[in-house]
């Protein structure tokens, strides 16, 4: 890489509280997706009578199509999850300490696992009290052909066995109607394939780099592995690696001129323009390049700190950031149970108005902050440390 000063100093170094924040706001933009596509009538809808909508009520249209790229969005949670598992062992290898991953793996089952059975046993009792009910949704039946298609109650002993193994959508589906689970596939053989090449990283950053790289892009271009897990985890690998060179970046092991990361968040702008025009019809090509977006984001809020931009705002957002991980795997079969109860009571008919959108995002953070308070905080809680890391949140 070109050598260029390191972009983040000492100073700026001290709190990477609004990292949290971040990740809060990425778990609610995935869940005012989903709840605009399940509580609200639908764009489709909307283009064939707009002029029975108000005009606050075409700002409230408008804006809430911001929040349609909730696939894109979990790719910044790829890169962030790199960033914070490799940053503590970065740091170390920079000031020449042994690197140590004891009790990481036990960490990582910690973690992960409390929320995600606590979701299931939840995605089963809302997805039962929709089949009781008899809904549109459970008979693939509803007024919108998406969720008819993408919204599914496989319930079978086989399928819960193989969402806990973590190959969901690859031998078996989704949980119920918990289709975010797909993206805990990636992130636990992420976790797993870490401390491998953690073993080439220790000897030279940019080794690491290279070879995984090299391995999803294989991947990427269809050239099979021979076991189709290797093959799904391998391609996207490298936007989860991506966040591990940030904290090489920020550990001061590899150095990137500013300007390549401003360059490299301009990928962003792929988002929206791949909704009007095919140019990456491959999704992990285009999923990789959006991954590149958001690591030059992720990297240009570090340049911002540098030159003493205020970040306070989202710093305040942490409790959100700490309920992120309960926000984002309960909040799906919570928005079909609605679902099914507001079409139950309309005739199978989907409201124009937005109430049931903005209820969401009140109601859904706060039952997400009492799981985590139940469920994931005993878990991941750790021993009272002599002096309290700045990258507490580095256990998501």
């Known amino acids: 890489m070109q050598q260029a000063d390191t972009i983040i100093p000492a100073k700026a170094r001290q709190s990477l509280a609004f990292l949290d924040g971040l990740r809060g706001l990425a778990?609610?933009?995935?869940?005012?997706?989903?709840?605009?596509?399940?509580?609200?009538?639908?764009?489709?809808?909307?283009?064939?009578?707009?002029?029975?909508?108000?005009?606050?009520?075409?700002?409230?249209?408008?804006?809430?199509?911001?929040?349609?790229?909730?696939?894109?969005?979990?790719?910044?949670?790829?890169?962030?999850?790199?960033?914070?598992?490799?940053?503590?062992?970065?740091?170390g290898i920079a000031r020449g300490e042994q690197v140590s991953l004891n009790g990481y793996f036990l960490r990582r089952v910690r973690r992960i696992l409390p929320p995600l059975?606590?979701?299931?046993?939840?995605?089963?009792?809302?997805?039962?009290?929709?089949?009781?009910?008899?809904?549109?949704?459970f008979h693939h039946a509803t007024p919108d052909p998406v969720a008819n298609e993408n919204i599914s109650f496989d319930h079978s002993f086989t399928t819960l066995a193989g969402n806990v193994l973590f190959v969901?959508?690859?031998?078996?589906?989704?949980?119920?109607?918990?289709?975010?689970?797909?993206?805990?596939?990636y992130e636990?053989?992420?976790?797993?394939?870490?401390?491998?090449?953690?073993?080439?990283?220790?000897?030279?950053?940019i080794w690491s780099l290279v070879v995984v790289a090299v391995i999803s892009a294989i991947s990427i271009t269809g050239w099979s592995w021979g076991i189709k897990l290797i093959d799904d985890v391998f391609a996207y690998f490298f936007c989860w690696w991506l966040g591990c060179l940030s904290a090489d970046m920020y550990a001061g092991r590899i150095r990137i001129p500013?300007?390549?990361?401003?360059v490299?968040?301009?990928a962003l702008l792929y988002i929206p323009v791949s909704m009007m025009y095919e140019i990456m019809p491959n999704g992990a090509i285009k999923d990789t390049f959006i991954a590149i977006g958001f690591w030059g984001l992720l990297n240009?809020?570090?340049?911002?700190?540098?030159?003493?931009?205020?970040?306070?705002?989202?710093?305040?957002?942490?409790p959100l950031g700490d309920c992120s991980y309960s926000i984002y795997v309960i909040h799906l079969p919570l928005l079909v149970l609605t679902n099914a109860v507001i079409l139950k009571s309309t005739g199978n008919v989907l409201p124009r108005s937005m109430v049931y959108v903005w209820l969401a995002i009140l109601i859904i953070p706060v039952i997400a902050?009492?799981?985590?308070?139940?469920?994931?905080?005993?878990?991941?809680?750790?021993?009272?440390?002599?002096?309290?890391?700045?990258?507490?949140?580095?256990?998501?």
């Open 27 to 91: 778990a609610v933009y995935v869940m005012i997706g989903h709840a605009r596509w399940l509580l609200w009538e639908g764009g489709t809808a909307f283009q064939a009578h707009p002029g029975s909508y108000s005009l606050p009520g075409k700002i409230q249209v408008y804006f809430f199509s911001l929040f349609k790229y909730g696939h894109e969005a979990v790719l910044f949670f790829f890169v962030l999850s790199g960033f914070v598992i490799h940053l503590k062992q970065a740091k």
């Open 117 to 137: 059975l606590f979701a299931l046993l939840l995605t089963f009792f809302c997805d039962k009290l929709v089949a009781w009910m008899d809904a549109s949704v």
């Open 168 to 185: 969901q959508n690859t031998y078996v589906p989704v949980f119920g109607s918990n289709a975010p689970l797909w993206s805990l596939k």
């Open 188 to 205: 636990w053989w992420f976790y797993m394939l870490y401390p491998i090449v953690l073993l080439l990283n220790k000897r030279r950053a």
């Open 258 to 262: 500013s300007w390549l990361i401003i």
């Open 264 to 266: 490299a968040t301009f």
């Open 300 to 318: 240009l809020f570090f340049i911002l700190q540098k030159r003493n931009v205020s970040l306070k705002l989202l710093e305040k957002l942490k």
């Open 369 to 396: 902050w009492v799981v985590h308070l139940l469920v994931e905080k005993p878990f991941v809680q750790a021993k009272p440390p002599e002096k309290k890391s700045p990258v507490s949140m580095a256990r998501s």
